[in-house]
T-cell receptor, first 116, second 115 residues
Framework: AQKVTQAQTEISVVEKEDVTLDCVYE???????LFWYKQPPSGELVFLIR??????QNEISGRYSWNFQKSTSSFNFTITASQVVDSAVYFC?????????????FGTGTRLTIIP | DGGITQSPKYLFRKEGQNVTLSCEQNLNHDAMYWYRQDPGQGLRLIYY???????QKGDIAEGYSVSREKKESFPLTVTSAQKNPTAFYLC??????????????FGPGTRLLVL
């Protein structure tokens, strides 16, 4: 069975500091997909990134970057020069290959608070 | 603008009452999903539908029912059999059921409270 672990329940950092959110996953499949979502106080989940298991290249998007390491089954998310608007709950999720992407397995989330 | 709408934003249920949560999408997506979120937990899948008039149970389907009569609509009914319905309910959709690992996009959610 697939599983996603986000060991950091809550993190607080001062604005402009860098912060890394950890995500460790378990799956028996060789083909799978990893996602990060942001949940601001409004509640809606906002899609941030999708990564397939064959692409281990790290990705950068503005202040956001993602480090995917199959050797350690990790898909960590770093925010550089954090801002108050980054305060939210962040979820990592895993989908095993299959038609229709029937199921996303979510971690329990990390609540990030940026202190002005 | 394309997107997913959920209504109502807040819903109150009395004991023994069935309530229906609405989910509509105008993205022309094939698949739709219902998730439940409890405080401090991740999302858990209730039901999903890949095509009109067809749907499958997720991990926690007991006490819930769904229908998919139109591609753009996937309402969720919380029945009186669901003994602990207080939660945040999120609807999602993804574009193509024939593509693995499709991204799911979420609506704004409905918060259900029991009176």
């Amino acid at each position: 069975a697939q599983k996603v672990t986000q060991a950091q329940t809550e993190i607080s950092v001062v604005e402009k500091e860098d912060v890394t959110l950890d995500c460790v996953y378990e799956t028996r499949d060789t083909t799978y997909y990893l996602f990060w979502y942001k949940q601001p106080p409004s509640g809606e989940l906002v899609f941030l990134i999708r990564r397939n298991s064959f692409d281990e290249q790290n990705e950068i998007s503005g202040r956001y970057s993602w480090n995917f390491q199959k050797s350690t089954s990790s898909f960590n998310f770093t925010i550089t020069a954090s801002q108050v608007v980054d305060s939210a709950v962040y979820f990592c999720a895993l989908s095993e290959a299959g038609f229709g992407n029937e199921k996303l397995t979510f971690g329990t989330g990390t609540r990030l608070t940026i202190i002005p | 603008d394309g997107g997913i709408t959920q209504s109502p934003k807040y819903l109150f249920r009395k004991e023994g009452q069935n309530v229906t949560l609405s989910c509509e999408q105008n993205l022309n997506h094939d698949a739709m999903y219902w998730y439940r979120q409890d405080p401090g937990q991740g999302l858990r899948l209730i039901y999903y539908s890949q095509i009109v008039n067809d749907f499958q149970k997720g991990d926690i389907a007991e006490g819930y029912s769904v229908s998919r009569e139109k591609k753009e609509s996937f309402p969720l009914t919380v029945t009186s059999a669901q003994k602990n319905p207080t939660a945040f309910y999120l609807c999602a959709s993804s574009q193509d059921v024939m593509v693995a690992g499709e991204t799911q996009y979420f609506g704004p959610g409905t918060r259900l409270l029991v009176l």
